[in-house]
């Protein structure tokens, strides 16, 4: 796993506080541009469930475009509390915050902004809508949050 994130950033980033290869201690990843610059990152590869110090993620100003697989990547994430998808490609699709609370239901923040019960309902509402249409595969349903 380290070495695909190795591969994603500069090794300045990936924490010192990392064990092994799995990252495991890594709590805060900042991928983001530098303001001036986009950060030229497309995809969110190499990311693991065995990651499971880390609450924030940064990908401000990358070129993540396609929201749904990307999204995935990174469900697997258990602290995963904040996440900055801020002047992204994603960040201008319609509903990318019912989208990202839908399939990381452990998510708090999105772009330094708390969810609000009403969009975790329509989060919910949005899934069994799709569950009722079977725009849902039994393996691996999007937003597996609300399943019971």
């Known amino acids: 796993y380290m070495e695909n994130i190795a591969n994603m950033v500069p090794k300045a ?3 010192t506080q990392s064990t ?14 530098n303001g001036e610059t986009t950060n030229q990152l497309e995809t969110l590869d190499g990311f693991s469930k065995n990651m499971v110090a880390l609450q924030y993620l940064n990908l401000r100003g990358t070129k993540i475009s396609a929201l749904k697989p990307e999204i995935k990547k990174i469900k ?11 002047d992204t490609p994603v960040a201008k699709e319609e509903e990318y915050r019912i989208e990202v609370i839908m399939n990381i239901r452990n ?20 899934y069994r809508q799709r569950e009722e249409e079977g725009k849902l595969s ?6 597996a ?4």
């Open 13 to 15: 980033v990936v924490s």
């Open 20 to 33: 092994g290869d799995k990252c495991i201690a890594l709590k805060i990843l900042h991928l983001r541009g």
């Open 145 to 148: 949050m609300f399943l019971d």
């Open 76 to 86: 697997c994430l258990p602290m995963l509390r904040g996440l900055i998808l801020k």
């Open 107 to 126: 998510l708090e923040r999105l772009d330094k902004d708390i969810f609000t019960d009403e969009e975790r309902q329509e989060a919910q509402e949005l």
């Open 138 to 143: 039994e393996n691996n349903p999007e937003g």
